[in-house]
């Protein structure tokens, strides 16, 4: 079945739907649906895209040291908190020293993916990391980015000796059967990383947005069926309404965890990067 075109992503594509066609003509790339060629995950990417720079712009514009207001605060707790959650917290106990360098990228990642992710919350949007490919684009971006603070913190060749293992006290032979060992597992090892991050990530938000979506519906169907109930079911009417809340909460919560998971883990995998022993 075909997905439903969402209005935003009408709009989008009356804005950009003309250049984007091309360039996917030139690339020789057939658009899915060729009267909206940008689908509603990538719409919707750019709608947070959009979202999130006008807020930091206005968020820009009112920061105090002195009076700091509640949206300020709130994106201070992102970075730091009593509980040691924050962006800046994570790098600082994974990667240590000079750790401030990656809090910028992994901060903007991690804002990203919480916005992506409770985006479906509005009635008129779509939960862009639902779709497989925006959680392993996300993936892709952190799997590079961690490799090049590891290369340009020790260097390409000191960093590439890593995969290979530590030295070995074997003979010249068993020591390089070892270290093509070595490089086999540590190769997929890494390999998994991207698809842990974009499993993960992606079946939980799927399944968030599917449960949102369907008790949504059935509650909807329900309220507009009070028409044939009784003065009992009338009085009753407005309960299931409150199911689609419990579950917008649910979605809230869900989308929050798994952007804090999309934190940590590539905190991780930079203090990994750029430790200078193991």
């Given at each position: 079945m075909d997905?439903?075109?969402?209005?935003?992503?009408?709009?989008?594509?009356?804005?950009?739907?003309?250049?984007t066609a091309e360039l996917l003509r030139g690339l020789h790339i057939q658009a899915e649906n060729?009267?909206?060629?940008?689908?509603?995950?990538?719409?919707?990417?750019?709608?947070?895209?959009?979202?999130a720079v006008v807020f930091f712009l206005w968020l820009r514009s009112r920061l105090s040291a002195e009076r700091?207001?509640?949206?300020?605060?709130?994106?201070?707790?992102?970075?730091?908190?009593?509980?040691?959650?924050?962006?800046?917290?994570?790098?600082?106990?994974?990667?240590?020293?000079?750790?401030?360098?990656?809090?910028?990228?992994?901060?903007s990642i991690g804002i990203f993916v919480l916005l992506?992710?409770?985006?479906?919350?509005?009635?008129?949007?779509?939960?862009?990391?639902?779709?497989s490919s925006v959680p392993f684009g996300c993936a892709i971006v952190v799997f590079l980015y961690y490799h090049w603070c590891g290369i340009r913190r020790l260097g390409p060749l000191p960093y590439a000796q890593r995969f290979s293992g530590p030295k070995m006290p074997f003979p010249a032979p068993a020591s390089w059967v070892v270290k093509a060992l070595m490089l086999v597992i540590e190769s997929f090892s890494h390999g998994a990383r991207l698809l842990s991050l974009t499993v993960r990530?992606?079946?939980n938000m799927l399944v968030s947005e599917v449960l949102y979506a369907t008790f949504l519906g059935l509650a909807m169907l329900l309220f507009l069926s009070v028409k044939h109930l009784s003065a009992l079911g009338w009085a009753l009417a407005?309960?299931?309404?409150?199911?689609?809340?419990?579950?917008?909460?649910?979605?809230?919560?869900?989308?929050?965890?798994?952007?804090?998971?999309?934190?940590?883990?590539?905190?991780?995998?930079?203090?990994?990067?750029v430790a200078e022993e193991h």
């Amino acid at each position: 079945m075909d997905e439903q075109v969402l209005g935003v992503t009408k709009l989008v594509n009356a804005i950009l739907g003309k250049p984007t066609a091309e360039l996917l003509r030139g690339l020789h790339i057939q658009a899915e649906n060729p009267q909206y060629p940008i689908p509603n995950h990538v719409a919707m990417e750019l709608v947070v895209f959009v979202v999130a720079v006008v807020f930091f712009l206005w968020l820009r514009s009112r920061l105090s040291a002195e009076r700091p207001g509640g949206a300020q605060q709130c994106m201070e707790a992102l970075l730091t908190n009593p509980m040691n959650l924050g962006v800046r917290d994570l790098l600082a106990s994974m990667a240590g020293r000079g750790s401030e360098r990656y809090v910028p990228m992994l901060g903007s990642i991690g804002i990203f993916v919480l916005l992506c992710n409770v985006a479906g919350v509005v009635p008129i949007f779509s939960t862009p990391t639902a779709s497989s490919s925006v959680p392993f684009g996300c993936a892709i971006v952190v799997f590079l980015y961690y490799h090049w603070c590891g290369i340009r913190r020790l260097g390409p060749l000191p960093y590439a000796q890593r995969f290979s293992g530590p030295k070995m006290p074997f003979p010249a032979p068993a020591s390089w059967v070892v270290k093509a060992l070595m490089l086999v597992i540590e190769s997929f090892s890494h390999g998994a990383r991207l698809l842990s991050l974009t499993v993960r990530l992606w079946v939980n938000m799927l399944v968030s947005e599917v449960l949102y979506a369907t008790f949504l519906g059935l509650a909807m169907l329900l309220f507009l069926s009070v028409k044939h109930l009784s003065a009992l079911g009338w009085a009753l009417a407005p309960v299931p309404l409150l199911v689609p809340v419990a579950f917008i909460v649910l979605h809230i919560f869900v989308g929050f965890v798994q952007a804090l998971v999309f934190t940590i883990l590539p905190a991780i995998y930079v203090g990994g990067a750029v430790a200078e022993e193991h």
